[in-house]
């Protein structure tokens, strides 16, 4: 399976980063050995001085597909999650001032976690989706997927352009406002309305 990521996929994130707003969606890819194993702590990369917290809501896909009309993009997913795009901050403005690959950044083990998903029939609608992430029991990300620049259909819209997307994959549908370093003995917490979809020990 492949992790298909979204950058700079909400307003106000994009604009505390200091960024532009594309004209086309950012994307980026994860390999399978940047998931976070279940119960497993998140260890800081040695790498980093500055590794944020990225929430971001996930989209399973349950077919094979390719040129994926925005109309039929429904038909590829039925189930919803909750993530964090780990991501070592400091490592990816080097490479970005430098017009270099992010991978380094943000591919590394451990950097994809990948909670517990909810079925798609759970939600009346996919673009009123309320999400958030608590660190050590504060409130640090809030979400809606109706801010999203690219709605998830027009994501795997774009996305099957370039990539064959095939059961299995997982997108990471971008991080909302509030992205912030994360210490030794931090817990995270990440919710999709009320139900907790995964629990970070990080160490
Ligand atoms: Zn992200």
Redesign the pocket.
């Known amino acids: 399976m492949k992790i298909i ?1 979204v ?1 700079r996929n909400y307003v106000e994130h994009i604009e505390e980063l200091n960024n532009a707003v594309p004209k086309d969606p950012v994307l980026f890819l994860k390999p399978d050995t940047s998931i976070l194993l279940k119960k497993q702590p998140f260890f800081i990369p040695e790498f980093s001085n500055d590794v944020h917290h ?1 929430v ?1 809501i996930l989209v399973k896909i349950n077919r094979i597909g390719k040129h994926i009309d925005r109309k039929f993009a429904y038909k590829y997913y039925d189930e919803i999650g909750l993530g964090i ?1 780990f ?1 070592a901050r400091d490592l990816q403005l080097q490479l970005k001032e430098k017009g270099l690959p992010w991978e380094k950044a943000k591919a590394f083990d451990g950097a994809a976690v990948i909670g517990n998903f909810l079925p798609k029939s759970d939600f009346k609608d996919v673009n009123d989706i309320n999400f958030r992430l608590e660190k050590n029991g504060e409130v640090q990300q809030v979400g809606n997927t109706s801010l999203m620049l690219w709605k998830i259909d027009t994501l795997i819209e774009y996305i099957s352009k370039y990539f064959t997307l095939k059961i299995g994959d997982v997108i ?1 549908t ?2 909302p406002s509030g992205v912030g370093k994360v210490n030794s003995n931090d817990i995270l917490k990440g919710f999709v309305e009320e139900k907790e979809l995964f629990s970070i020990k990080v160490k």
Do not use: A, Q, W, Y
Request: charged share 35%; net charge negative.
């Open positions: 990521c950058g990225e971001e795009d991501t990471f971008g991080t």
